[in-house]
């Protein structure tokens, strides 16, 4: 049975850095993407990063490139979310996903396996 726990995230003033982390047990695929999509009130759940641990090629949303930063540590099976310069824009839940199969890495439908999500608030 796969489980995805995520873990880290709490409220900080903007310009502060969380650090999301994923922990995967009862999967360990390289060949797909693992991912991590947020979604605030009243919006739809968008792509936020991804790694595509068979080549270790990374991706990002305009809207978060250069601030924040996936990696993987493959002997814990655990994906992070680095995420620094943070805006109120920021403020959602925060899902890890798993086995990312879609023709695009940002398509939610694309993914099998999902975490309960961890809220991140980022306060002016």
């Known amino acids: 049975q796969v489980q995805l726990v995520e873990s880290g995230g709490g409220s900080v003033q903007a310009g502060g850095s969380l650090r999301l982390s994923c922990a995967a047990s009862?999967?360990?695929?390289?060949?797909?993407?693992m991912g991590w999509f947020r979604q605030a009130p009243g919006k739809e759940r968008e792509g936020v990063t991804a790694?595509?641990?068979?080549?270790?090629?990374?991706y990002y949303a305009d809207s978060v490139k250069g601030r924040f930063t996936i990696s993987r540590d493959s002997a814990k099976n655990t994906v992070y979310l680095q995420m620094n310069s943070l805006k109120p824009e920021d403020t959602a839940m925060y899902y890890c996903?798993?086995?990312?199969?879609?023709?695009?890495?940002?398509?939610?439908?694309?993914?099998?396996?999902w975490g309960q999500g961890t809220q991140v608030t980022v306060s002016s």
């Open positions: 009862g999967y360990t695929d390289s060949r797909y993407y």
């Open positions: 996903a798993a086995r990312g199969r879609g023709s695009s890495w940002s398509e939610p439908t694309g993914y099998d396996y």
């Open positions: 790694i595509w641990p068979g080549g270790g090629f990374t």
